[in-house]
């Protein structure tokens, strides 16, 4: 096989597994809380928040140090840090003793998190050009088809041995997906030798000077602030929609169906943005996620409800992969690391700040008030991706529609 489709397929797997354990502990954490002596409901909300959110907000601060690190070291070896990090610091979750230690090795897993976007800078670097987008929208399949499963596994293990097994189920699973990349993906990675040091700010300058990068950072914020601030909040809405004791049963229909779409068209639209171009699927991708999302606000019956959300699943396949596609053709050469860096903290930011904006929406107006805002969002996304990525973006696909044509071209002698 030939070596980036073998890299290709293993990190798929990969990261499969590790999403899968990721998503085995997020839905227990209050439940964990409790465990650990918080009882007051006003007291465990704030715990439950806050331990949800230490996670994403060390891992904003510390992506662009280690995207500096995949540029100098590989991004093999950024893959290999984060999962043999996350692997240690989840089994240490499991001998928690009380909400502060809870909070501290939160913190300290997001410091060391970056698995997955380690995974993708290596993808994308690491495969033709031309193959880019199937190549992600394929990983991005194995991610969402983990988030799937994940949560599944994690209440049967915690059903049968208790949530402190389920930590140490995590670290060992992550663990294996680690060894697993260690022994059998190959990277080809030259460093690019730079002469004297920069800040992260200089650097930051210097990327988002080559056009429309800031703008696609923009963009990529703006699509989890949208999604993220429906997705935690989805309960609530369900809970208006059917009985109390079908509540669970039906909100992890919602959630899983739209993931279970999303699995689906990943890898197609993938390769739709390699024929037609990255920009073109990302805009159309997002008028389909705030069109359906709009209906929602006016369903009257769950399975309405389900539907739409699957119809949304549908078109979320088009969204981070053609992202992080578009990012890679315009990420300045031996800088694609620290490019995905700076990405990747634009992504933990709306993932941090979509509920809890999404909440205060919700207190204002209501959780069906709250689509119609989300809607508005990703338009004024599509607006963003027209006016300041499409001419940019046009013109490098065309370039490498060119460049490809001649090199494929018979030569005459």
């Known amino acids: 096989m030939v070596s980036w489709k073998r890299n290709l397929w293993i990190l798929v797997i990969s990261q ?22 918080v009882s007051n409901p006003d007291t465990l909300s704030i715990w439950a928040g806050a331990i949800f959110g230490a996670n994403f907000l060390t891992a904003f601060l510390f992506s662009p140090f280690w995207g500096r690190m995949g540029d100098k070291y590989g991004r093999k070896m950024m893959i290999l840090r984060s999962g043999f990090g996350m692997a240690l610091f989840i089994s240490l979750t499991g001998f928690a003793t009380g909400p ?9 897993n997001g410091v ?41 596994i994690g209440g049967v293990l915690a059903q049968a041995f208790g949530y402190r097994v389920v930590f140490f189920v995590t670290g060992l699973c992550i663990l294996l997906a680690t060894f697993v990349v ?88 993938g390769k739709l943005s390699d024929k037609k ?83 205060m929406v919700v207190s204002a107006v209501g959780i069906r008030g709250l689509f119609f805002v989300c809607a508005f969002v990703l338009l004024i996304n599509v607006l963003i991706v027209k006016i300041k990525v499409l001419p940019s973006a046009n013109k490098v696909f065309y370039n490498e529609k060119v460049r490809r044509e001649e090199k494929d071209a018979p030569s005459h002698s």
């Open 112 to 152: 060391v998190s970056g698995f997955i976007p380690a995974s993708i800078g290596l993808v994308s670097t690491n495969t033709p050009k031309e193959r880019v987008g199937y190549a992600l929208g394929l990983l991005q399949s194995g991610s969402v088809s983990g988030a799937i499963c994940g949560p599944l």
């Open 100 to 108: 502060v230690t809870l909070l501290l090795l939160r913190l300290l």
């Open 16 to 37: 499969f597994i590790v999403i899968s354990a990721m998503t085995m502990i997020i839905p227990f954490l209050p439940l964990y809380l409790q465990e650990l002596g």
């Open 277 to 359: 171009g990255a920009q073109h699927v990302l805009i159309y991708s997002m008028l389909g996620v705030a069109l359906f999302s709009i209906p929602q606000a006016f369903v009257t019956d769950v399975w309405q409800l389900i539907c739409l959300r699957f119809l949304i699943g549908l078109c979320l396949g088009g969204l981070l992969p053609a992202v992080n596609t578009l990012i890679r053709l315009h990420a300045p050469m031996g800088m694609e690391s620290r490019t995905y860096g700076f990405s990747n903290s634009a992504m933990y930011l709306g993932t941090m700040l979509g509920p809890t904006l999404g909440g």
């Open 182 to 269: 260690l022994f059998f993906v190959q990277e080809t990675f030259t460093p690019v030798k730079t002469k004297e040091k920069t800040s992260t700010l200089a650097e930051f300058k210097f990327i988002t000077k080559k056009k429309p990068v800031l703008s696609l950072y923009v963009v990529i914020f703006l699509i989890q602030f949208a999604v993220m601030g429906v997705n935690p909040l989805l309960s609530l809405f369900v809970e208006e929609l059917t009985s109390p004791a079908t509540v669970a049963f039906y909100a992890g229909v919602a959630i899983s169906v739209m993931g279970f779409a999303n699995m689906l068209t990943s890898p197609q639209l």
